[in-house]
């Protein structure tokens, strides 16, 4: 195990990648326990509001995520300092994205539905992160065989295939499909082969003059969602905290 890391991981330059996600992960969870003690008045934190002024997290988050990527670019791939603006970088990029949400609607959505945004790409953010680490360059390890390129030039060829597949539906709108086709190969075709979902852009252009299409994509998507939509829910809600949101628009007790 450890002379595969060293191999795959320490020599190619990817430690500070994984440390950068691994950050970016904790960072994420320890933040919504946090703001979940806020929320039911438990524990010694409290939000930050000097002189009344209401700070999110997402102030700081932007400013460590500045520092840990201007740093990491100066700091290159190896070394003790690389390891360290990935650090900060991880834990910048957690706190922003658990607030993508806030930024996307310029509105303080935290605890509402609008505010599962922030769920759904911190999940995108880390699968994507995931797939990066996992995969394999010929360009990446030194003293690679003649055998050991080979394999990887398929499975390179194998990737850019599948990210095909995987574009396709993302433009037919099925982007949980599309993550689930970034870390299992092949997956995707299933979103690729069926009918876009409404409102997607594949179906505003390739249903236009379709209207039999149209209504079997509506009534597949409606019977999908309603299948699915509860147990998407619960997840989220056991991630992101939001089975304690109240009527209304919440506010962000960060």
């Known amino acids: 195990m450890g002379h595969w890391f060293a191999r795959n991981i320490v020599e190619p330059g990817k430690l500070p990648l994984l440390v950068a996600l691994a950050s970016f992960v904790v960072t994420f969870l320890v933040t919504r326990v946090i703001t979940r003690l806020i929320r039911a008045g438990k524990g010694p934190f409290g939000n930050v509001s000097p002189g009344g002024l209401h700070i999110h997290h997402v102030v700081p988050g932007v400013v460590l995520a500045v520092l840990g990527g201007f740093g990491a670019v100066a700091a290159g791939r190896y070394g003790a300092a690389a390891v360290v603006f990935a650090v ?35 999940v995108l953010t880390a699968a994507l992160v995931m797939l990066v680490l996992g995969g394999f360059s010929p360009l990446g390890v030194d003293d ?6 080979q ?50 852009w594949w179906s505003r252009h390739a249903y236009a003059r ?42 962000d007790p960060s």
């Open 88 to 122: 900060l970088f991880g834990i910048g990029a957690g706190l922003v994205l658990d607030e993508f949400a806030l930024i996307l609607h310029l509105d303080d959505v935290y605890w509402s539905d609008q505010g599962r945004k922030s769920v759904e790409v911190v």
């Open 144 to 149: 690679v065989t003649d055998e050991e390129r």
């Open 151 to 200: 394999d990887r030039a398929a499975f390179i060829v194998t990737l850019v295939v599948n990210f095909l597949f995987v574009l396709v539906t993302l433009v037919k709108g099925k982007y949980r499909l599309a993550v689930i086709g970034t870390l299992v190969p092949f997956v995707a075709i299933v979103g690729a082969l069926r009918l876009a979902r409404p409102g997607s």
């Open 210 to 251: 379709r209207p039999r299409a149209r209504a079997r994509s509506r009534l597949r998507t409606y019977r999908h969602d309603r299948r699915w939509d509860r147990v998407r829910r619960r997840i989220q809600d056991l991630i992101g905290g939001f089975q304690e949101r109240v009527p209304g628009r919440g506010s």
